[in-house]
């Protein structure tokens, strides 16, 4: 059984940087696109960035120029390098792959205080 966990949320100003982690269990990680996801209060959950097992990335409109995922295929690691962070990116951010099964870890919560 797969599994991923989260880490590297806090609290931080607006301007200021975060680095997130997701580390994979139980899945062959190499093949796999990762993803992230958040969840704001109110709000649906919406797809920030993903990266293919090639490297392609890709990333939601309001996070462009800001936010990098990129992955350490020996570590089983995906990350997510966020840069000039708003009060908008607060939000649950969630790991996701798709291996035979849907896989989400248990979040990580980010606060970007004004």
């Known amino acids: 059984q797969g599994q991923l966990v989260e880490s590297g949320g806090g609290l931080v100003q607006a301007g200021g940087s975060l680095r997130l982690s997701c580390t994979t269990s139980?899945?062959?990680?190499?093949?796999?696109?990762m993803a992230w996801y958040r969840r704001a209060p109110g709000r649906q959950r919406e797809l920030v960035a993903s990266?293919?097992?090639?490297?392609?990335?890709n990333y939601a409109d309001s996070v462009k120029g800001r936010f990098k995922i990129s992955r350490d295929n020996a570590k089983n690691t995906v990350y997510l390098q966020m840069n000039s962070v708003k009060p908008e990116d607060t939000a649950v951010y969630y790991c996701?792959?798709?291996?035979?099964?849907?896989?989400w870890g248990q979040g990580t919560q980010v606060t970007v205080s004004s």
């Open positions: 996701y792959t798709f291996s035979l099964y849907n896989y």
């Open positions: 139980g899945i062959i990680f190499n093949i796999n696109t």
């Open positions: 990266i293919t097992s090639g490297g392609s990335t």
